[in-house]
Every structure is written in C-alpha cells, then in structure tokens.
C-alpha cells in the first residue's frame, strides 16, 4: 500500500457499534449492558415473537442483575418489563380453567389486585430473533389504570407460563454500552 493509498484510499470498516446510532434500547444485542433503576443488567438472551392479529413483532429481551432476572419487551412502540411468576401465585386454578374452557377468565387476581383480560393473542416465539417459531397462546390482562398487567402463557396442552409487569419508558434505561457474555 503506498502513501497515496493510506492518505486517500479505503478506509477500513469499524465492525464496533455506531455510538449514537446502535447503542439505543431497541437495538440492544446479547451481552450489552444498561442501567435501570440504580442497578446495571446485562442482556442474556434474545427472543422475537409473531402473533396474529399484530402488524409488528414483539421483541423480548431477557436482563439479569445479580441472579434476578426480568424481560424487557417492545411491542407496538410501547415498553414494559416483567419479571416470571408461577401460574399457582395467581389467585384460583387458572391452569385448570384454561384446559377446561380453553380461554382462562376473564377477571384474575395476583398479589391482592384485580386484573381484566384486555387480550388474546396465537403465535410464534423465535428463540435469538430467527430460526424455526415455538407456537405458543398469549393471554395479557391488565390493572384498572392500566399500568400493571400479568400475561399468561400456553407453549402446549399442559405447559404453562406467567408473567408479571408494569409498563416503562425507554428515558428510563441509560448507559447503554457493548459487552460480551463470558
């Protein structure tokens, strides 16, 4: 290569993240790193959901921080985080409910608050965004104000899966910065 080549010819391409244009929430990878609520949680996992009757997909982005673990997910523009429950924690045998009449109530109760199912939804959970879909039934109810939901899932006849969460904004998660899982 010869000085009219370095001075003027090709640069080589940075493989490294665009700070202002990949270090944003939507655009978190496995291994990166953010801060909320006092605390920094590193991505673990990734996953894509399709589910009929959405325009968009959801995506899901798994977070641990000091052996916790919650679920960051972007679905139509809006932000929420939940952390697992056990199906038993919600008040009734909804379990039972669902295998009998295939839809569970359409009121439940979880921690002392009543919640209403606002929706319903069949589709396909894509482990690391692509790949081939685990089908999947999702129930999501939400609280009187409408800020805390328990959603429920169903992946076959007899596995189920809860969730609990509260809706976030993406202002509330900062220092976005690259990381690798070790």
Known sequence: MGLTDRL???KKVDEGPDPLADLVLEKLKVGYLVDYDLQTWQVTNYCRYDFSGKDDSVEEWELTA???QR????????????????????DGDIRRHILDHEDPPERIVFEGTEFHID??????MFPGGTGTGADLFRWEFLDGAETTFVGIEQWSESEFAAAAGFVVEDYQFTHILPGSLQ
């Open 8 to 10: 003027f010819g090709k």
């Open 66 to 68: 000091a052996g916790e």
């Open 71 to 90: 679920y960051l997910e972007r679905a139509d523009g809006a932000w929420s985080l939940s952390r697992k429950i056990a199906i038993g924690d919600i």
């Open 119 to 124: 929706a319903s939804y069949a589709g396909q």
